[in-house]
């Protein structure tokens, strides 16, 4: 425990010839440092500040009247007390951890030093409102801390995560109500990819990791539901397939391509959905049919030399329409709408 030496004068003292009891006080002042009771106690007439101690709520212990002199504080019972005030106004607002801390010290250190037990509230004693009706008066005097504060704290730099101890997570995941990556300073990273062990994570804006779709720099990537990988190559997500780009492609890699696409032997068309087409569709002018079943072309694949229901996917996949074709050593005329005329 440090207990600040004020430095502070006073005006005729006395001393106390014993000390059996501790009152406790607030200031009924939301901020005021000891120096500020001092001049509103030599504005009354007194010898300077009438407590022996003042606890800020920063934690720290100032020093007001000498310890073995006679305080000011509680009339009639003066006398064989120490008066101790709580910077605040419990009354209106409930007492911090680092304060609460302070306080259960000094009034164990004085318990001790005296070998006293008795601790009152200035109220119980006349009549007065001090320390006000939040004043934690059962927990300082049973000594009850208060859990120091773990969690989310945000400063200049960012975001970042205290533990109990004061400790922090950095270079590393964290899992709390999502899984979150703090860099070499403890900050949380948002807004960027990661790579970690060989596959990129995105954390958004809000420092979460992302998963299921998510749009970066216009385009959108997935990242998978359970741990947040980026998935690249053919996927099917929600019962359609998308491509999700390849380190080797045009595209950033995990990006969601669109339009046309070649991969081996096949093409496939992605709608602007990503979703890749199944069936047909008419694009520049001609019909194309993009496989819906496994048989002899994979799924969504481009269907080529074929006859599909009637009508006849060319080499470069477009329906035969209006022109004659020889398939198969046979001739056939086909009108303006695919259908075969004879
Ligand atoms: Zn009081």
Known sequence: MNIIESGISFRGLSNRSRTTRIILHHAAKATCSVQDIQRWHLANGWAGIGYHFVVRKNGTIERGRPEHTQGAHA??????????????NFDAETMGAAQKNAGIELIQYLKNKYGISKVYGHRDLMATGCPGNKFPFNDLVAGRMNNPYSGWVKDEKGWWYRNANGSYPKS??????????????????????????????????DCRMATGWQKVDGRWYYLKQDTGEMLTGWQEVGGNWYYLSKSSDDLPEGAMATGEMKDGNHTYYLQDSGAMLKGWIKR?????????????????????????????????????????????????????????KK
């Open 75 to 88: 009339s009639g019972s003066n006398f064989d007390s120490i008066g101790i005030c709580f910077e605040g």
């Open 172 to 205: 590393c995941w964290l899992k709390l109500d999502a899984w979150y990556y703090f860099d070499e300073q403890g900050y949380a990273l948002s807004g960027q990819w990661i790579r970690y062990k060989n596959k990129w994570y995105y954390l958004k804006s």
């Open 284 to 340: 520049k002018g001609s019909w194309y049919y993009y496989n819906e079943d496994n048989n002899c072309q994979p799924i969504g694949s481009m269907m080529r030399n074929h006859w599909q229901g009637g009508y006849y996917l060319k080499d470069d996949g477009r329906m035969a329409s209006g022109e004659v074709l020889e398939i198969g050593g046979e001739r056939f005329e086909f009108g303006a709408d695919g259908k075969v």
